[in-house]
């Protein structure tokens, strides 16, 4: 069965600095998202994306924060300025249409830690 | 806005006991609902949905029944496993014009003991 693909599995990165995400979703899938997980939290939303454009964001998605798929498989997000707060496991997902039955598929996920 | 509400776990049981995990909702319209599973050091995993009401959702032994007059998704089975030990969501989302966000509960560790 197909599967969605992150890297790294987990990153360290120093505060202030710049870290990419990286996503391969299911080759036929044409929407793609982020969430986050905080050790121990709920999952959150933080944006969704689709034919090259943000469908939609959380207030978490801030400026710092960014998303591109460069080419015709990866799908990536960047976070710049990094903040003790970004610690997460970062998972992304994605489906082939934007139908509310339609389940997301989701990636093992990157554990990012800040210090 | 959307929002899913779960019993807090964790939840310990013996092998072959009956599980229940309560999940309710509050959303616009008509939702799908979903319960996504998460075994230590995985991802989430899909395990079951419902997209209209009075729909059943199964997989593995687990059930759950969209329940529009109460709001609720509650999910249970008969008889756990220690493998069915890990952290369950409920889930739901609304689809929207480009996008499709879930939005999930805050997670109930199951524990499952021999």
């Known amino acids: 069965e197909p599967e969605v693909t992150q890297t790294p599995s987990h990153q360290v990165t120093q505060m202030g600095q710049e870290v990419i995400l990286r996503c391969v979703p299911i080759?036929?899938?044409?929407?793609f998202y982020w969430y986050r997980q905080i050790l121990g939290q709920k999952v959150e939303f933080l944006v969704s994306?689709?034919?090259?454009?943000?469908?939609?964001k959380s207030e978490i998605f801030d400026d710092r924060f960014s998303v591109e798929r460069p080419d015709g498989s990866n799908f990536t997000l960047k976070i710049r300025s990094t903040k003790l707060e970004d610690s997460a496991m970062y998972f992304c997902?994605?489906?082939?249409?934007?139908?509310?039955?339609?389940?997301?598929?989701f990636g093992d996920g990157t554990r990012l830690s800040i210090l | 806005g959307n929002s899913v509400t779960q019993m807090e776990g964790p939840v310990t049981l013996s092998e072959e006991a009956f599980l229940t995990i309560n999940c309710t909702y509050t959303?616009?319209?008509?939702?799908?609902l979903f319960w996504y599973v998460q075994y230590p050091g995985e991802g989430l995993q899909l395990l079951l949905k419902?997209?209209?009401?009075?729909d059943k959702g199964s997989n593995k032994g687990f059930e759950a029944t969209y329940r529009k007059e109460t709001t609720s998704f509650h999910l249970e089975k008969g008889s756990v496993q220690v493998s069915d030990s890990a952290v369950y969501f409920c889930?739901?989302?609304?689809?929207?014009?480009?996008?499709?966000?879930?939005?999930f509960g805050t997670g109930t560790q199951l524990k499952v003991e021999l």
């Open positions: 997902a994605s489906t082939k249409t934007t139908q509310g039955d339609q389940p997301q598929h």
């Open positions: 080759s036929n899938h044409l929407y």
């Open positions: 994306f689709y034919n090259n454009e943000i469908s939609e």
């Open positions: 959303a616009t319209g008509y939702p799908s």
């Open positions: 419902a997209t209209k009401a009075d």
């Open positions: 889930a739901l989302s609304s689809a929207r014009g480009g996008g499709n966000k879930l939005t």
